[in-house]
């Protein structure tokens, strides 16, 4: 077969799986627009133009068995000016392939199955919303997400999102949005997670993007969390992971406000010793959101003072405290304390005085002041029925002028 001078030409039903450009171009050089319609089978192009194509326009519609058009075919096209590839079922394409045809100016997407993640469209999240690329696509604003994540969802919704959560997310840890939900205006509210787990942070990071459910900090050099709930960044962090720091403290959680509305808490693994049994009480009792209390792993301290309201809280909330066969005394010398489960421990083992609490000191203190008390108050029973039959003053009355 010669050369034919052919300038426009249109592919209908295409029968085969793959198509060679590159063969094409060679047999019909003076072509100027290319159409392949309704191409139900053609999965793949061979092949590419190079920079002696004289297309200008390109159009591909209906080929609902290609997931990507290869940016090589088209990148070292001089002439081409539009690129039409509507109603197909594209979901990826690369940058290079509208940045490099130099003359083009025109792209139309819609009606495509669009993969906005990783590797899919996301690439335009990047793009100002005046560069050159962004205006070639005419019909932006009509694109539509496809996979599961954000189906149905408005293109450039999403892409507004990424690019705010890709310009916030704190070094070194790394952003993902795990979801993407609709507002009654038609907004979009982003669920995402921030994981810097193993970073050797000493401190959690100062902000977090817009949208940050989850948190995860495992295994760093953190010792407090009084940086976290005083954070307004923070208020919204539904779950939070603090497993294998160095955390000794909680006390900070008392009277917090996150810590009425937390979902999950994980502390395992750090150097607890006690916590505010009170405050947890409150909160797991109150708390409409929680679904998850992580405390095992922690070296806690099996004292008469402590144990029975903290085992009690432990059996009380077990379907909350998902570790708490977990929860055990620290390693010790005494064998019937070291390592035991404080769920089940036998509590005449910390109080084998048989005392449920110790006599604290404020309590001495309200004991010696009853005692006074009522010695004053008999003092002055006995000098009153002593005047009353003597006759005789007291002796402190007596005296006194």
Request: proline residues 5%; glycine residues 4%; contains cysteine.
């Amino acid at each position: 077969m010669g050369r034919l001078d052919i300038t426009l030409m249109r592919i209908l039903e295409w029968p085969g799986e793959c198509f060679n450009v590159g063969r094409l171009q060679q047999y019909f050089p003076e072509l100027r627009q290319l159409e392949y319609i309704n191409c139900t089978n053609l999965r793949n192009f061979k092949g590419r133009f190079d920079a002696n194509c004289k297309i200008e326009k390109l159009v591909m519609h209906g080929l609902t068995s290609l997931w990507k058009v290869p940016a090589n075919m088209v990148v070292l096209m001089p002439r081409l000016q539009e690129l039409d590839l509507r109603n197909n079922v594209l979901r990826h394409m690369k940058a290079k392939m509208l940045r490099g045809p130099p003359a083009l100016e025109r792209v139309r997407l819609s009606d495509n199955k669009w993969d906005c993640s990783d590797h899919g469209l996301d690439w335009l999240a990047m793009e100002r919303e005046n560069s050159t690329i962004r205006k070639k696509i005419v019909d932006y604003y009509e694109l539509v997400c496809h996979q599961q994540l954000y189906k149905g969802k408005p293109l450039h919704k999403v892409m507004d999102i990424i690019k705010t959560l890709r310009r916030t997310c704190p070094d070194p840890c790394s952003c993902a949005m795990t979801n993407v939900v609709a507002d009654r205006n038609g907004g979009l509210i982003p669920i995402i997670t921030v994981d810097c787990k193993s970073k050797q942070l000493e401190e959690p990071p100062a902000t977090l993007p817009p949208g940050t459910t989850t948190l995860r900090l495992e295994g760093n050099k953190i010792n407090t969390i009084r940086s976290i709930i005083q954070n307004p960044h923070y208020q919204k962090l539904a779950d939070l992971y603090l497993d294998n720091n160095s955390i000794s403290t909680v006390k900070e959680l008392e009277g917090s406000e996150w810590f009425t509305s937390f979902r999950v808490l994980s502390l395992k693994g750090n150097l607890l010793k006690q916590i505010p049994v009170y405050a947890f009480d409150k909160a797991l009792q109150s708390n409409v959101n929680i679904m998850q209390v992580f405390l095992g792993h922690n070296p806690w301290r099996c004292d008469c003072h402590f144990i029975p309201r903290f085992q009690s809280l432990l059996l009380k909330y077990k379907r909350i405290i998902r570790d708490f066969t977990d929860v055990r005394c620290s390693s010790s010398d005494d064998s019937s304390l070291s390592l035991v489960q404080i769920s089940t421990m036998a509590l005449g083992n910390v109080c084998k005085s048989g005392v449920e609490f110790p006599i604290s000191p404020i309590n001495i203190l309200n004991i010696t002041l009853t005692a006074l008390i009522l010695l004053v108050v008999g003092r002055f029973v006995y000098d009153w029925h002593s005047f009353k039959t003597t006759g005789k003053l007291p002796w402190l009355s007596s005296i006194l002028p």
